[in-house]
């Protein structure tokens, strides 16, 4: 069989959610993805909007049964030795559409091969087939010992939130808690229980909480052994601080992440990413009431590279902060510098 070897491997990766500046709420997914030669897979699927089936919120026994199938110790979901490789994010329906490839042995060896977008039963490689992607060779020692580690399933993540104002704690957990991710909020963590903090991969703070305080919380942290996410949450806006935590919570490396930059100053957000993709700019402002206005101020496709995306004056006068998102991750930052009226 006719395919070069290619690494294999496996590394955290999200689907950012978040409020939505219309109201709606998309899901947050937390993920493992495949590492193909260094690099994800999903990057080299254009613009595509999807999970691996090996997501943190399916039930174990669903999960070690995905285990199973990759590494074929089960029969394949699909006709014709097809597996699922990326699904819907929301509802995980082969009607959404999938991309699917057949898995197969040779020798110790493991091949991936004629990848296709799938939306029915068979697969039509002529019309929906991934060209120039595939077929891929792995090492069977190196793809086994890659995907047995996962046995046990990827740990869950939660956010502990700290502050003030009850009410925008209120409104942050329940909007965390629409697009998948714990929330649970106190007003002192050192009175949380050691094995209940290991629960936790961050822990955000409101801007009224004193550094003294932050300090003592993380401190507690530290002696119940957790390694936690800090999140110093920049304005009282809901979808910005999902913004905040959602970027903290993303244990994917760095150098495997499609969206990797943020800054906004002098009328302009500076914008990197590392494949082509779809990204949202959306521009928050607090007026001197502290009400929140909410502008969309680009959405389109970015090709590799650093980009400037002019920001319009109204949109950002004032304090105001922008959230950029892609389908694998989310950044907030503050706007700085002038022309902000």
Not at 75 to 104: H, K, M, N, S, W
Not at 117 to 141: I, K, M
Not at 261 to 286: F, H, K
């Amino acid at each position: 069989m006719s395919a070069a070897y290619a690494t294999f491997g496996l590394a955290p990766a999200i689907r950012a959610g978040g409020v939505l500046a219309d109201g709606g709420y998309q899901v947050h997914r937390d993920f493992v993805d495949f590492v193909v030669d260094g690099r994800p897979l999903l990057f080299q699927l254009s613009d595509l909007d999807a999970v691996s089936p090996l997501a943190s919120d399916v039930p174990p026994a669903i999960f070690t049964e995905q285990v199973r199938a990759l590494l074929l110790e089960a029969d394949p979901p699909l006709p014709d030795g097809r597996f699922v490789i990326y699904g819907c994010p929301e509802c995980a329906d082969l009607g959404c559409g999938a991309v699917t490839a057949v898995i197969e042995r040779d020798g110790e060896d493991y091949v991936w091969r004629d990848f296709a977008w799938q939306t029915d039963e068979h697969a039509d490689l002529e019309l929906n087939g991934y060209q120039g992607v595939g077929p891929f060779r792995f090492h069977g020692a190196e793809y086994r010992a890659a995907l047995t580690s996962l046995r046990e399933g990827p740990p869950r993540r939660r956010v502990l939130l700290i502050g003030a104002r009850v009410a925008v704690l209120a409104k942050l957990a329940a909007a965390l808690r629409t697009i998948g991710i714990g929330a649970d909020i106190t007003q002192d963590a050192r009175a949380v229980p050691a094995e209940e903090l290991r629960g936790y991969g961050a822990v955000a703070f409101g801007r009224a909480v004193g550094e003294a305080e932050r300090v003592a919380v993380l401190q507690a942290f530290e002696h119940a052994g957790v390694e936690v996410a800090r999140v110093d949450g920049l304005a009282p806006i809901v979808p910005l601080l999902v913004a905040q935590i959602e970027h903290a919570l993303d244990r994917s490396p760095h150098a495997q992440r499609r969206l990797t930059t943020l800054a906004a100053a002098d009328g302009a957000a500076e914008i990197e990413v590392t494949s082509a993709c779809r990204v949202r700019i959306t521009a928050y402002r607090l007026d001197r009431l502290y009400r929140t206005h909410v502008r969309e101020v680009f959405d389109g496709v970015l090709e590799p590279g650093r980009h400037r995306v002019p920001l319009d004056p109204r949109a950002v006068k004032g304090e105001a902060y922008v959230v950029a998102r892609t389908t694998g991750g989310v950044l907030a930052a503050p706007v700085t510098g002038g022309r902000r009226g």
